[in-house]
């Protein structure tokens, strides 16, 4: 079981900036797909930003250019800043790590807390 603890959201005006960061239990931390995922009340959870350790980052539509995923995988953290936020970007931000087994084919999935984020003036 790997737990995932994220931090950093608050309340910011548009325009402003946040930074989220998750941080892992597990010692293969390098070996997880990490991303970012939100959720408003009454929606499905939609993915932000999405990082491997082999493979560009993905981004939604709607935070390209403004968000930017990273990691560091000695300090087993995920961080997603936030940029030019908007009211829109108001939401519960959820840390999700995930990579998929051979023997036997399965995928190990696991989530954090969330986080809240809110903008607005």
């Known amino acids: 079981q790997v737990q995932l603890v994220e931090s950093g959201g608050g309340l910011v005006q548009p325009g402003g900036s946040l930074r989220l960061s998750c941080t892992g239990s597990?010692?293969?931390?390098?070996?997880?797909?990490m991303a970012w995922y939100r959720q408003t009340p009454g929606d499905q959870r939609e993915l932000v930003a999405e990082?491997?350790?082999?493979?560009?980052?993905i981004y939604a539509e709607s935070v390209k250019g403004r968000f930017t995923i990273t990691r560091e995988n000695l300090k087993k953290t995920v961080y997603l800043q936030m940029d030019n936020l908007k009211p829109e970007d108001t939401a519960v931000y959820y840390c999700?790590?995930?990579?998929?087994?051979?023997?036997?084919?399965?995928?190990?999935?696991?989530w954090g807390q969330g986080t809240q984020v809110t903008v607005s003036s």
């Open positions: 990082l491997s350790t082999i493979s560009p980052p």
């Open positions: 999700f790590a995930h990579r998929s087994l051979i023997l036997p084919p399965r995928k190990e999935t696991f």
């Open positions: 597990t010692d293969i931390f390098g070996l997880y797909t």
